[in-house]
């Protein structure tokens, strides 16, 4: 009897966090790497924010909560879905998670069933693929092309649905391409999802951070009918510098919600209390560092953007959201460094880790291998030196 279960085997650790382990690691040794690598910003939580969570230390908010949240996490979480997307919600419809990863997986086990087909655009965000299958779903890639900005067509979603669809994953705006749907876009999915009766799950984590004007929609909001057929998973980590914190949350019928609750009842229990206490402060609070946060991620995508399409044969689409670019560096791949091929997205990746002391994410591990994820939550002086180093380093291919 093998020690391992099969589910865990067929299991790989998330590449994402495995490269900032190896560039962290070269970092340790003295080696100056350059790391676009990281999901995360690279700013501070907001101030306001330690403050609550020092209270709710002081005051000996320590405790055990109710699993799902408390009823004021929950209350503020309700009033901004009320605020910014005009979506009513009930407490019995909202859960509190351990980030929203884990909002994801319970999601994905309270309703996945061996068999049940969940349409995933490709690029995604690498944890959708596995987290379906360990619910025992079957995962079903469907591509989004650069030319379309990322973002799948009606025509590609109609050929993918079939009888056993259960679900469609929308994530607006993107990791890893920052590509957001626009309201007209998701009005002409929504009406697919509606007349063939499937969820839509749709994950809004980076939703305050657009740019350009670039007015934010939730699928949910297209019609009474779309919002029952809707799961929006969403956190705090991303829009108020939390990610250690850990708290994500989930908003939909309460069926589902409940389903989730009864699982997160029996595995984690309730996310922690200090954090639920802090982040109500992050959605009730006030707003400012939001707005201050990405305007300097807007600066930081033009400048990138603007470099990485300067370099030859490298074509980069420009994010309406989030904080990455995702250049296409196909052009390269029939390239050699000292004999050596580079016939990939990792192979790339490698090079550019080992040559450039630069480290990003190859695209293969998103489901598009022409291209690299890089993130640019990071600082300006960073971006500079990291862009001189990969069109350094493109000229060494040849
Ligand atoms: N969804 C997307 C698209 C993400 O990029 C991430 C984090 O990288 C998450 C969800 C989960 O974030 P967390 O679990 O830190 O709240």
């Keep these: 009897m093998s020690v391992l279960s099969d589910r865990a085997k067929s299991l790989k650790p998330s590449p994402t966090l495995a490269i900032n382990a190896k560039a962290k690691a070269m970092q340790a040794q003295g080696i100056q790497v350059i790391s676009f690598g990281a999901g995360e910003p690279d700013f501070d939580t907001p101030e306001n924010i330690k403050q609550a969570a020092k209270k709710a230390l002081d005051q000996g908010f320590t405790k055990y909560t109710p699993v799902g949240g408390i009823d004021e996490l929950k209350d503020a979480i309700i009033n901004k879905f009320k605020g910014d997307s005009h979506l009513t919600y009930k407490r019995s419809e909202i859960l509190v998670s351990c980030g929203g990863k884990h909002s994801f997986y319970n999601l994905a086990q309270a309703i996945f069933d061996h068999g049940d087909e969940v349409i995933i655009p490709a690029p995604y965000w690498v944890s959708y693929p596995p987290m379906v299958a360990l619910a025992g779903g079957t995962p079903v890639i ?64 980076y939703e305050k951070i657009v740019y350009d004007g670039f007015q934010f929609t939730s699928i949910a909001s297209i019609s009474e009918e779309m919002k029952k057929k809707t799961i929006i998973v969403h956190g705090v980590a991303k829009t108020y510098a939390m990610t250690g914190w850990r708290i994500g949350y989930t908003a939909g ?54 470099r990485l399409n300067k370099m030859p044969g490298v074509s980069c689409y420009k994010p309406a959201g989030a904080f990455y670019v995702f250049p296409n560096f196909s052009s390269y791949y029939a390239k050699s460094y000292q004999g050596k091929k580079i016939e990939n997205s990792t192979r790339l990746a490698d090079f550019f880790l080992d040559v450039a002391r630069v480290a990003l994410v190859p695209g293969v591990e998103f489901g598009a291998d022409p291209f690299e994820r890089l993130s640019y939550a990071t600082s300006m002086e960073d971006i500079r030196e990291g862009m001189n180093r990969i069109e350094e380093a493109l000229k060494k291919l040849n």
């Design 142 to 205: 469907v591509e989004a092309t650069e030319k379309n900005e990322f973002k799948i067509t009606s025509d590609d979603l109609k050929k993918a649905v079939t009888p056993k669809t259960k679900a469609l994953i929308i994530n607006s705006p993107s990791n890893p391409t920052g590509s957001a749907y626009s309201k007209k876009d998701l009005e002409s999915i929504a009406e697919i999802a509606v007349s063939k009766s499937f969820f839509v799950i749709s994950d809004e984590i």
């Design 253 to 306: 019928p309460e069926e589902i919600i409940s389903a989730m609750n009864n699982i997160q009842s029996q595995s984690t229990s309730n996310p922690t209390s200090i954090s639920q206490k802090a982040s109500v402060e992050a959605l009730a609070g006030p707003q400012d560092e939001v707005g201050k946060m990405v305007s300097a991620f807007a600066q930081r995508r033009n400048y990138i953007v603007d």
